[in-house]
């Protein structure tokens, strides 16, 4: 934890998303305004102190669409990137420690997934799960699965071997006991870092699917869906769009800066044992 | 406790009995042969002795030590134990044993997982197998952090704040705490400062004498053998090549094997700096016919060719693996050993 | 045959490694010479600096190294503040190195042949007595280091090769470049017995043949004596003890350097018990104002807690930091 606040990547990367988090949560509760809300006197003007980001083509209030919008697509994409973690670090280290079959099935199947680029794969599942805020879900779970797989697998892979879990094994340590405890607890960090980034990514395919129509469904505020109405109005009100695409690149500067602080603490940390 | 010129009384039922194990690692291609890591050894350990295996690397000894333990299965034979066959056990019936038979790593740091403190580290096989539990634990933890000549306070501290030699005194700490009755100490100061080697060897010497724990003792480094061990066993390739009480080995060396690594502890210049014709690390695998040792040995004779020599000698406690040991090409075998 | 003449003085060497706001002393201000022709052993354990000290001369220390020294003189080069690329031309050449582990000095893309003929391309300043007493060919310098089958190792690589084989070939590159002066730390710890003592053996023979000087980095007693024909004990970052091989290693004058002894003999005699030194090499030096060596030695009296003691002449050749000698 020290070391998290020493190294100004994570801090910075830190503020910014809690910033946002904060937003998101207390915001849409804040706000005068409801999603639906729709003021036929003020369609589609610009930002003034009213309403901070403007008003869309319906009247509705920019700034508060934004936030139920992104609460939304955080939630959406950290339950998918979440439950990808899960599944996908449990899959990844019992292929490493049974090794055999399990490994090759486990791995081949990670490897056919991440065959497809991510945003094909996701629409893909759209298609076959049909369009809903679950199914968006379920789709970035599977785009994320293999690569927690992979991680885990290779990282108790490296572990398991180490004198120190030959140890907790003669010692008569029931294999999943070492599995939770010993090693879960030395992949852990590479695993949290990967989980940041993937959240960041998993809004940015949240608001892609829902741009294209195909995620959550109108009138529910979504980012993407927010910015595909933006995009028709551009000529006449940019700053739909615009403000939109800032909070969303605001949002993965923060967990990115976020990752990467934490993916540095992890190299020094073992350098500096010389 | 045990002296190193006696031999163990032959009426004493041995802790462990290893007969005629073997272990293969299969090729890994099809031009490579499979590398006899262990080849037909046998061996008795009896209750409270402290035996070395000594050896080059490749000779097999940490290889035997671990197969002992069970880490490693053996291709054949058998590792009788309180009446079960260890190497054919399978994993519930090893699991019983867990507690007797321990090891104590050759590199102390990397036996301890990074993650955890000291005094969790040395809880965790207390609580595994419920010798104690909540605030007893922590007593027994400082009870035995003291044992070993560390204060109670270095339980809060994790393994990379605490010296080689300090992390090795904690490794045979936890290893006290479930009193097993074996425990293999695989090249166990060999990564210490000299200094402190002392200390961790007259550890193990105060602890074999105070709980009659058996000590296998896997090292390259003969004066520490001499030091610690009742008997010594000297491995080459695989194989057992000579057996016996510690300070027979030393003044009275039969197998030229065990004759050159005792040269090599004089000083230079030792004449013969050339390389040697096959060493244990370099060579692919065992020799099937013959004595592994020929292309080395200033003894050799044609008889060395063909057959491969039995561990024998003047009695079942000191034998060798040679035919012609003092360099006669005498007709004179040495005496049979006496039948087990 | 030992010159009076130095190949390498070093004066004053201070070496500290900065950790996250932590300044820690690996090397404290120690001054020592290598003579032509000679091997001056540096014996000490995990802490004493003595590694620290040879790769600081090598300048193969990290960015947060900070080397400092009043003077370091190679020959007739002064190394002390000397740009980077001047002494790249040296390191290397006229003043080579050996370390524990023979593979990282090897490219493991290439063989053995291609290394060698390599280091032959780069020699340094020849030697005029001894330009014909190294062989000229790759094949001559294995078989000078009692390879058997030159031929089939010069096709070899690296990774074929086991770590004493390929500290044989290391020696030969290094030996063929003719230096003035090795720096050789730890080469034979990761060997096996029999192999270790025919690379000393190797060593010895063409050290003495060649008079190449040699800094030898070590922590075992009995190589030392065997090898060495001067010694210098580090403790903490000092050197606490220094003068010929056999009046250090026989009749050490610095409690630490007889401390080490008797352990040693200790286990050559088998006493029943093995003289121990209580605590720890790198214990909590740094905190004392006095004798880094104060918290463990057996001959400790009250004035070693609070005067630094300097370097005294037992004798002319031999030196040693101890209150107890200081009168």
């Known amino acids: 934890m020290k070391g998290l606040l020493a190294n100004r990547s994570a801090c910075l990367g830190g503020a910014i998303t809690l910033i946002v988090i904060i937003a998101v949560v207390v915001g849409p509760w804040l706000s005068i305004y409801s999603p639906a809300d729709m003021d036929f006197f003020a369609l589609l003007s610009p930002p003034n102190w009213q309403h901070p980001f403007g008003t869309d083509s319906f009247g509705r209030d920019v700034l508060t669409r934004v936030l139920y919008g992104a609460r939304v697509s955080i939630l959406v994409s950290a339950a998918g990137v979440f439950l990808a973690a899960v599944l996908g670090t449990a899959a990844g280290m019992l292929s490493a420690h049974f090794g055999g079959w399990v490994e090759t099935v486990v791995m081949r199947a990670a490897d056919l997934l991440l065959s497809f680029p991510s945003f094909v794969l996701a629409l893909f599942l759209m298609v076959v799960l049909g369009f809903s805020i679950a199914s968006v879900t379920v789709a970035i779970m599977l785009v994320?699965?293999?690569?927690?797989?992979?991680?885990?697998?290779?990282?108790?892979?490296?572990?398991?071997?180490?004198?120190?879990?030959?140890?907790?094994?003669?010692?008569?340590?029931?294999?999943?006991?070492?599995?939770?405890?010993?090693?879960?607890?030395?992949?852990?960090?590479?695993?949290?870092?990967?989980?940041?980034?993937?959240?960041?990514?998993?809004?940015?395919?949240?608001?892609?699917?829902s741009f294209l129509g195909l995620g959550v469904q109108p009138p529910n505020p979504s980012l993407g869906s927010i910015m595909a109405d933006g995009r028709e109005y551009f000529s006449r009100a940019p700053w739909v769009l615009t403000m939109t695409g800032l909070a969303i690149s605001i949002a993965l500067l923060g967990l990115n800066l976020l990752s990467d602080g934490m993916r540095d603490l992890m190299d020094p940390k073992l350098r500096s044992r010389i | 406790m045990l002296s190193k010129f006696s031999v163990t009384p032959l009426n004493v039922r041995p802790l462990m009995r290893i007969e005629n194990v073997t272990l293969e690692f299969p090729a890994r291609s099809r031009k490579d042969s499979a590398v006899r890591a262990i080849d037909d050894v046998s061996l008795d350990i009896a209750p409270g002795e402290i035996i070395g295996l000594v050896g080059e690397s490749g000779s097999g000894k940490t290889t035997l030590g671990k197969t002992l333990l069970g880490m490693h299965p053996a291709s054949s034979g058998r590792i009788w134990y309180e009446g079960v066959d260890l190497a054919a056990a399978d994993a519930a019936a090893l699991r019983q044993h867990r507690r007797d038979l321990q090891l104590v790593f050759q590199d102390p740091l990397s036996s301890f997982n990074p993650r955890f403190r000291i005094g969790d580290s040395i809880a965790l096989p207390l609580r595994l197998h419920r010798i104690c539990r909540g605030k007893a634990l922590g007593a027994e933890v400082s009870?035995?952090?003291?044992?070993?000549?560390?204060?109670?306070?270095h339980a809060r501290r994790f393994p990379h704040e605490l010296s080689g030699g300090q992390l090795q005194r904690v490794a045979i700490a936890r290893v006290l705490g479930i009193s097993p009755k074996l425990i293999?100490?695989?090249?166990?100061?060999?990564?210490?400062?000299?200094?402190?080697?002392?200390?961790?060897?007259?550890?193990?010497?105060?602890?074999?004498?105070?709980?009659?724990?058996?000590?296998?003792?896997?090292?390259?480094d003969l004066s520490v053998a001499r030091f610690l061990c009742n008997r010594i066993a000297v491995m080459y390739f695989g194989r057992i090549v000579e057996l016996g009480p510690t300070e027979s080995i030393?003044?009275?060396?039969?197998?030229?094997?065990?004759?050159?690594?005792?040269?090599?502890r004089r000083a230079l210049p030792i004449g013969d700096m050339a390389e040697d014709a096959a060493s244990p690390a370099s060579a692919g695998g065992s020799i099937d016919r013959g004595c592994n040792y020929r292309d080395r040995c200033p003894t050799r004779v044609s008889r060395c060719d063909v057959e491969r020599p039995g561990l024998e000698g003047p009695s079942n406690e000191r034998r060798f693996a040679c035919f012609n040991p003092d360099g006669d090409r005498g007709n004179d075998a040495p005496a049979r050993a006496v039948a087990r | 045959m030992i010159g009076d003449s130095a190949v390498l003085e070093v004066a004053e060497l201070s070496t500290t490694f900065l950790d996250r706001g932590r300044r820690s002393e690996a090397v404290r201000g120690i001054s020592f010479s290598v003579k032509r022709g000679e091997i001056l052993g540096l014996i000490g354990e995990s802490g004493s600096g003595k590694t620290v000290t040879g790769l600081s001369i090598l300048r193969l220390l990290p960015e947060h190294?900070?080397?400092?020294?009043?003077?370091?003189?190679?020959?007739?080069?002064?190394?002390?503040?000397?740009?980077?690329?001047?002494?790249?031309?040296l390191r290397g050449t006229e003043l080579a190195m050996?370390?524990?582990?023979?593979?990282?000095s090897f490219n493991p893309a290439k063989t053995i042949g291609w290394h060698l003929q390599h280091a032959m391309a780069r020699q340094g300043a020849h030697n005029a007595a001894t330009a014909d007493m190294w062989p000229a060919d790759p094949v001559s310098v294995l078989r000078e280091m009692g390879i058997r089958a030159p031929e089939r190792i010069l096709d070899a690589y690296p990774h074929q090769l086991s770590g004493g084989m390929l500290q044989r070939v290391l020696i030969g590159m290094v030996l063929a470049l003719r230096p003035q002066l090795i720096v050789a730390d730890e080469p034979t710890t990761n060997l096996d017995n029999l192999v270790e003592r025919q690379i000393l053996d190797l060593i010895r023979h063409h050290q003495r043949r060649l008079g190449v000087s040699v800094l030898f980095i070590t922590h075992d007693l009995t190589i030392a004596r065997d090898l060495c024909d001067r010694i210098a004990v580090m403790y903490a970052g000092e050197i606490v003890e220094i003068g010929p091989a056999s009046a250090v290693l026989d009749d050490p004058q610095h409690p630490y350097a007889a401390s080490l002894l008797r352990t040693a003999r200790s286990l050559e005699q088998h006493d029943a018990t093995l003289f121990e030194l209580p605590g720890e090499p790198g214990q909590d030096a740094r905190l004392q104002s006095g004798c880094r060596f104060a918290a463990r030695c057996p001959s400790v009296i009250p004035r070693c807690q609070t005067q630094h003691p300097s370097l005294v002449g037992v004798s002319p050749q031999h030196h040693t930091r101890c209150l107890l000698h200081a009168q």
């Open chain 2, 184 to 220: 293999v100490a695989d090249e166990a100061v060999s990564k210490l400062d000299v200094s402190v080697r002392a200390q961790v060897l007259n550890l193990l010497k105060k602890i074999n004498r105070d709980i009659n724990v058996s000590l296998v003792f896997i090292t390259h």
């Open chain 2, 250 to 264: 030393f003044s009275d060396p039969r197998h030229p094997y065990t004759r050159r690594l005792l040269e090599a």
């Open chain 3, 98 to 104: 050996i370390f524990q582990d023979p593979v990282g």
């Open chain 1, 144 to 209: 994320y699965l293999p690569i927690f797989a992979r991680l885990s697998r290779n990282m108790a892979t490296l572990v398991k071997d180490e004198p120190w879990v030959q140890a907790a094994r003669l010692f008569g340590q029931p294999v999943y006991s070492i599995l939770g405890r010993e090693i879960l607890a030395n992949i852990g960090t590479p695993i949290l870092v990967q989980a940041a980034t993937g959240v960041a990514f998993g809004i940015v395919i949240e608001a892609g699917l």
């Open chain 3, 65 to 89: 190294a900070e080397v400092k020294a009043r003077s370091i003189k190679f020959g007739h080069h002064e190394l002390a503040g000397m740009s980077d690329s001047e002494f790249a031309a």
């Open chain 2, 143 to 153: 009870r035995l952090l003291e044992r070993v000549g560390l204060s109670g306070d």
